[in-house]
């Protein structure tokens, strides 16, 4: 609980209080950080997906909405054959096999996304998180502070 309660104010104090936004879920019993938002580096949080290009990919996120994460991925995958690699895929994958505690392939697939595109903040947040969940600590904390080290780049960058 130490090392989880950590997690959440490395993530909190990564951006400045009036900033971020952080919402609170009940899993397994425990306190764990559900979404973080911060106005500064929200540009790099959510990729913009352009749905009538990659309608597996929209079908994919449509069942994720409604808790449907196998057939989620079962999309998913297909959506990676039909169009490639993608981060948007990747992301999406592990948020799924993170619902259903399969933390080892949303860390696997958070690490091919973040080998697409190691600037975008969301992934490191992410993968920190499944690796918590893991009990991998110290990995946890590295991508967490990758990310906080992203986000002031980005906010010098702006």
Not at 14 to 37: F, L, P, R, T, W
Not at 71 to 76: E, G, N, S, V
Not at 133 to 158: G, H, I, M, P, V
Request: aromatic share 12%; proline share 1%.
């Amino acid at each position: 609980m130490k090392n989880l309660i950590f997690l959440v104010t490395i993530l909190v104090f990564s951006c400045s209080q009036d900033e971020a936004i952080v919402d609170y879920a009940q899993i397994d019993g425990q306190n764990v950080v559900h979404k973080i938002d911060s106005p500064i580096s929200s540009k790099n949080l959510v990729h913009e997906i352009d749905y009538e290009k990659y309608p597996l990919l929209s079908d994919g996120i449509e069942y994720i909405h409604d808790k449907k994460y196998k057939k989620a991925i079962h999309i998913l995958n297909k959506a990676e054959m039909e169009y490639g690699i993608s981060t948007d895929i990747y992301m999406n994958r592990s948020a799924c096999y993170f619902q259903l505690k399969d933390y080892e392939s949303s860390i696997s697939d958070l690490t091919n996304a973040i080998e697409i595109d190691s600037d975008y903040m969301a992934l490191f947040i992410n993968r920190g998180l499944s690796y918590s969940y893991n009990k991998e600590f110290e990995l946890a904390e590295r991508d967490l502070n990758k990310e906080k080290k992203l986000s002031q780049k980005n906010l010098w960058s702006t």
